[in-house]
């Protein structure tokens, strides 16, 4: 009998477990599907007010609900007073658009930023500024070339640029820094590692000893330099190398076109440096974060969030909802 209960109760604990994880699929499924209203677009977001709204929750507390009251009052006269100024077409504070990039390895999320920067194009006026939170660590080169030159979009229109360097602008994130009018970093922010590396592993000798052949077949010399799977050569490896040469010779050039104070060969050497120490080699031009800049430039000028949200795919929109209920 002690066996049967036994058998009994471990087959209602399995039950359980598979019940339980079939909740969570079905919960994360039905996120999913509420998220299905993630709409692929721009969303735009007035900074100013936010700051408002948070600085009024503090006031509520400090000064009474009394005084609170009054200077609510004189700040929504002074919120008409600019809505009829802008219906009749009176010049407005000049405004500074932010827009925020993290990057990866592909730096995928270039996609939005060129919508970003395409609108931002469209809406801008003389006198108005764009600040680019930057937070990249770098990855290929072709596609952070790609979002580098999204950035130079900006400066060609005639809008000044700012990027602002919280965590780290490293390697294909510093390409991309390198083009602002003005780069700020954050005191310990990560930045420079000026230099391109390529690394494989080989599976050659491995597969030989396995009795596997690799074959493989290219038209022209140099095709393929190096590969996973078929033996390397010293001429492969010397073409490869001159290659990241190049490519390295490029990144400098980029660097000493938009950044000429920088002595290139100084920094170029692939290694990285903190906030206040690249603010001594000229690689940044002030030590301070993006939060204290958005504050000061909300004094004289108008704040608007742009960024671009892209449509996620269902697979997407379901594993990122089982992570955060597995993981949340």
Known sequence: ???????????????????????VIVAAIAAAAR????????????????????????????H????????????????????????????????????????????????????????????AADGDEVLVRLENSGGTVHEHG?????????????????VAVD???????????????????????????????????????????????????????????LTLFGKNTDEGRRKLQEEIEDVHALFKQQIVQHRPQVDIERVSTGEHWYGVRALELDLVDEIRTSDDLLRDAARERDLYLVRYRRRKAFAERLLGGVETRLLG
Request: cysteine-free; proline content about 2%.
């Open 1 to 23: 009998m002690s066996e049967f209960l036994s058998d009994y109760g471990l087959f209602l604990a399995e039950l359980a477990t598979i019940i339980a994880v079939l909740l």
């Open 35 to 62: 998220r299905g209203g993630d709409r692929e677009g721009l969303e735009v977001q007035h900074l100013n007010r936010r700051f408002e709204e948070s600085a009024n929750v503090l006031k509520r507390v400090m």
């Open 64 to 123: 009474g609900k009394q005084r609170f009251r009054k200077e609510a009052k004189e700040r929504r006269k002074e919120k008409k007073r600019e809505e009829r100024a802008r219906a009749k077409g009176e010049p407005m504070r000049p405004r500074l658009f932010v827009l925020d990039f993290k990057g990866d390895i592909r730096a995928t999320a270039t996609a939005s930023l060129r919508e970003e920067v395409s609108a931002v194009l469209a809406a």
């Open 146 to 162: 790609l979002a580098a030159s999204q950035l130079l979009r900006i400066k060609q229109r005639g809008l000044k640029l700012t």
């Open 167 to 225: 965590k780290v602008a490293a390697s294909g994130g510093y390409l991309m820094a390198a083009v602002a009018d003005r780069i700020v970093a954050a005191p310990f922010a990560i930045i420079g590692s000026i230099g391109v590396l390529a690394q494989l592993p080989n599976f050659h000798r491995w597969l030989d000893e396995k009795g596997i052949d690799y074959e493989l077949l290219t038209a022209g010399d140099y095709k393929r330099t």
